[in-house]
């Protein structure tokens, strides 16, 4: 089983950068691909970015592509979620999250699920 914790989240103004991160534990080797979603109230949840574990190709939703970015520390088992130019829009609950598919996946490609972080963005 693969345990998940985020951090990072926070307040920022529209324009700001943060940065998420994602520390991984137990049988991590189990799972291809990491993901961000996030989750707006009265939304459903959505994708953001994925990436796989080995090779690092990444895939992104296209509202937040050109402005964040995924990556991975093998060696930490740790996932990152790069944010900038960020928009009151992003405002949300982020996930992190292990899983079987990197390339253009839905929640139920991802069993595994953090506690959430929130991100909120003021305009």
């Known amino acids: 089983q693969v345990q998940l914790v985020e951090s990072g989240g926070g307040l920022v103004q529209a324009g700001g950068s943060l940065r998420l991160s994602c520390a991984a534990s137990?049988?991590?080797?189990?799972?291809?691909?990491m993901g961000w979603f996030r989750q707006a109230p009265g939304k459903e949840r959505e994708f953001v970015a994925a990436i796989r574990w080995s090779g690092g190709d990444a895939y992104y939703a296209a509202s937040v592509k050109g402005r964040f970015t995924i990556s991975r520390d093998n060696a930490k088992n740790t996932v990152y979620l790069q944010m900038n130019s960020l928009e009151p829009e992003d405002t949300a609950v982020y996930y992190c999250?292990?899983?079987?598919?990197?390339?253009?996946?839905?929640?139920?490609?991802?069993?595994?699920w953090g506690q959430g972080t929130q991100v909120t963005v003021s305009s």
């Open positions: 137990g049988r991590t080797f189990s799972s291809n691909a």
């Open positions: 999250a292990a899983g079987s598919s990197w390339y253009h996946p839905g929640v139920a490609d991802f069993g595994t």
